[in-house]
């Protein structure tokens, strides 16, 4: 789940973080109180959506007078904000925090994150901070630096020294980023985040460090221990259909393409995906169904896929193993029927009672193609897809 960057900052200030003043608005006249109450002459406005890349959009401003912050948060509110993470439909700016400028000497890039691979956190740092970090990322390796954490220890103070040493700090800025440091992983560790990343972490010309934006992701299956942060998810901020999908039990993720895939099991769900896209089709989406899929589930997974209009064609690959395929295919029954569905659909299923499943929806008179196998199952609903497009 994640949080915006007002809610971001809040926690970060709990934990004794230092970030800009700063307050969220929901009108270009609250955004001016803010200002108001914030003193000043300089101030930064920030649409509040869940993506990156938002200056670079035009979702940062940074205003000199209470009249262009008024029409900064005018421009913002109530708008779609396009970025390159958001896709092209944008997402919708509901709220803008507005904060005090800052003297900006330098900027840091600082992120927490689980490196997978070795089942460890990563503590990640640069001294290229700010909007082009992705390049940096791309073009530069070299200047991103990270230690990874062995989870008995913890993060320890001679790692903080070594970040700090490669981000060139000296001084009283040794300690500070130590504490800082210290601080975002007993945050990352004590909220179960899967992502802490500040960028940028400026240097002001004072010599303190400021974390000026921050994102936070907190592990979605962790949030039973969190009721305080699960009350600040945004619903608006997520795709409506993948929303839908979750209140139900089913992992769904929309993607481009016009082959519809329900499946069970991810890593069948994904080989699903790699064969269709192999073979000269794009699937429209990933849809798990889980392992204890019942009938009423698939025909929810049905209605959640035909929800898209760029579906041409649905295939449906099931291994009956925890699941039995004959529940699997009284669902697809049942959900063909009550949804109407008109566009073809291509099902492929193995495992425990796949023999009954297949005379299940060879008596149910409707047209369902089967499939021998994977291959088979992929090459037919790619065509079947052309010619729905024909």
């Keep these: 789940m994640n949080l915006h960057e007002y809610q971001a900052k809040d926690l970060l200030r709990r934990y004794g973080v230092a970030v800009p003043q700063g307050a969220v608005a ?8 803010v200002a108001q109450n914030l003193g000043g002459a300089l101030w930064v406005v920030k649409a509040q959506v869940h993506a990156g890349g938002r200056g670079k959009a035009g979702g940062v401003q940074l205003v000199r007078n209470l ?9 913002m509110l109530g708008r779609n904000l396009v970025t390159q993470q958001t896709g092209s439909t944008g997402l919708p700016v509901e709220r803008v925090y507005v904060e005090s400028g800052s003297d900006i000497e330098r900027e ?3 992120s927490l994150t689980l490196n997978r691979e070795r089942g460890r956190i990563a503590v990640i740092a640069s001294s290229a901070g700010g909007m082009d970090i992705e390049e940096v990322a ?3 390796p070299e200047k991103i630096i990270a230690v990874a954490v062995h989870p008995a220890a913890g993060l320890q103070p001679y790692q903080c020294r070594e970040l ?4 060139q700090l000296a001084g009283k800025q040794l300690g500070e980023f130590q504490d800082l440091a210290m601080a975002l992983y007993r945050l990352y ?11 940028p972490l400026i240097l002001t010309r004072a010599g303190a460090l400021l974390a000026l934006d921050a994102k936070i992701n907190i592990d979605a299956n962790a949030l039973f221990r969190h009721p305080e942060l699960a009350a600040l998810r945004d619903a608006n901020q997520e795709d409506p259909l993948e929303r839908r999908a979750s209140e139900n039990e089913l992992n769904y993720v929309s993607l481009d393409g016009d082959i519809a895939c329900m499946v069970n099991g991810a890593g069948l769900a994904m080989a699903t995906m790699d064969l269709i896209q192999l073979h000269g089709g794009r699937p429209a989406n990933f849809l798990d169904v889980g392992g204890g899929a019942t009938a009423e589930r698939v025909a929810v997974a049905f209605e959640i896929i035909f929800s898209n209009p760029k579906v041409r064609a649905v295939l449906i690959n099931i291994f009956g193993g925890i699941v039995r395929c004959d529940i699997i295919a009284q669902g697809v029954v049942q959900a063909v029927k009550s949804v109407g569905v008109k566009l073809p659909v291509v099902v492929r299923l193995e495992g425990t009672n796949a023999a009954e499943a297949r005379a299940i929806l060879a008596a149910s008179g409707l047209a369902i193609t089967p499939a021998e196998d994977l291959t088979d199952a992929a090459r037919k609903v790619i065509a079947l897809a052309k010619q729905a497009h024909a």
């Design 164 to 167: 700090a040493f490669a981000l």
């Design 67 to 75: 009249a262009a912050l008024r029409a900064a948060a005018a421009r």
């Design 26 to 33: 929901a009108t270009p006249q609250e955004a001016v109180a």
């Design 108 to 110: 840091i890039y600082l």
């Design 189 to 199: 560790i004590e909220n179960d985040a899967s992502l802490l990343e500040i960028n």
């Design 138 to 140: 791309h073009q530069t």
